[in-house]
C-alpha cells in the first residue's frame, strides 16, 4: 500500500498569509494527487486533482504542484472561510490512501 | 448536477452487519464515467477509504476491511450500497458515499455522510 504523510499536522496563520502543506508518497505515484478541504461537519470538498489542476469553482488562490513522491498545496492568500483541514490522497493505485490532514487555524 | 445522499440505521449493534445506501441523482450508476466509493471517518480523526465499485460490478476494497466489507450496485434503484460485517465500536463514524471520475480515482462529489453509531 501507498502510504501519504502529511505535514504539518496543524498550523496557525493569519488572513492574508501564505500556507504551504506537504504530502510525501512512500513510492512514486506520478502526478495521481488530490486535495480535498473539510470544514467541521461537512463532507470533503475536491480542491485540486492530478497534482495541480483547480478543480471547477475553487478559488485561484490555491494551488497544487508535485510530482513523483512530494507534493504540495499552496493557500497564496489565505482568507476567513479557508480555515479548515486539508487532505492529500493518492490516485495512483488501490488501495486508495489518504494523508493525516492539516488543520489551518487561526492565528 | 450529480448528487448522492447516504441513507441507513444511525445505531447498529457491535457484532451486527452495518448497511447503508447511496442514492445517486444526475446520472446513472450504470454510466462508465464514474466509479462509486465510500469513505469512513471515525469521530475527531481522518479519512478512510473503505471500497469502490465500477458500474460493471468490479469492486475494489481497503485490504484491513477486505474480510469484511461488500460494496454493490442497484442499476434498477439507480443505488450503490455498503455492507461492513461484524462490527465493532471501532467502526463508529461518519461514512460518506462519492463518486470518483476521471482518469484516476478522485472523489469530485460526495454525499453529506452519515453517522453510524456502533453500540449495544
Known amino acids: 500500500d501507498i502510504q501519504m504523510t502529511q505535514s504539518p499536522s496543524s498550523v496557525s496563520a493569519s488572513v492574508g498569509d501564505r500556507v504551504t502543506i506537504t504530502c510525501r508518497a512512500s513510492?512514486?505515484?506520478?502526478?495521481?494527487v488530490a486535495w480535498y478541504q473539510q470544514k467541521s461537519g461537512k463532507a470533503p470538498k475536491l480542491l485540486i486533482y492530478a497534482a495541480s489542476s483547480l478543480q471547477s469553482g475553487v478559488p485561484s488562490r490555491f494551488s497544487g504542484s508535485g510530482s513523483g513522491t512530494d507534493f504540495t498545496l499552496t493557500i497564496s492568500s489565505l482568507q476567513p472561510e479557508d480555515f479548515a483541514t486539508y487532505y492529500c490522497?493518492?490516485?495512483?493505485?488501490?488501495?486508495?490512501?489518504f494523508g493525516g490532514g492539516t488543520k489551518v487555524e487561526i492565528k | 448536477q450529480l448528487q448522492l445522499q447516504e441513507s441507513g440505521p444511525g445505531l447498529v449493534k457491535p457484532s451486527e452487519t452495518l448497511s447503508l445506501t447511496c442514492t445517486v441523482s444526475g446520472d446513472s450508476v450504470s454510466t462508465s464515467s464514474y466509479y462509486w466509493g465510500w469513505i469512513r471517518q471515525p469521530p475527531g480523526k481522518g479519512l478512510e477509504w473503505i471500497g469502490t465499485i465500477y458500474y460493471s460490478g468490479t469492486t475494489h476494497y481497503n485490504p484491513s476491511l477486505k474480510s469484511r466489507v461488500t460494496i454493490s450496485i442497484d442499476t434498477s434503484k439507480n443505488q450503490f450500497s455498503l455492507k461492513l460485517s461484524s462490527v465493532t465500536a471501532a467502526d463508529t463514524g461518519v461514512y460518506s458515499c462519492?463518486?470518483?471520475?476521471?482518469?484516476?480515482?478522485?472523489?469530485?462529489?460526495w454525499g453529506q455522510g452519515t453517522l453510524v453509531t456502533v453500540s449495544s
Open positions: 462519492a463518486s470518483c471520475g476521471g482518469a484516476s480515482c478522485t472523489f469530485d462529489h
Open positions: 490522497q493518492q490516485a495512483n493505485s488501490f488501495p486508495l490512501t
Open positions: 513510492q512514486g505515484i506520478s502526478s495521481w
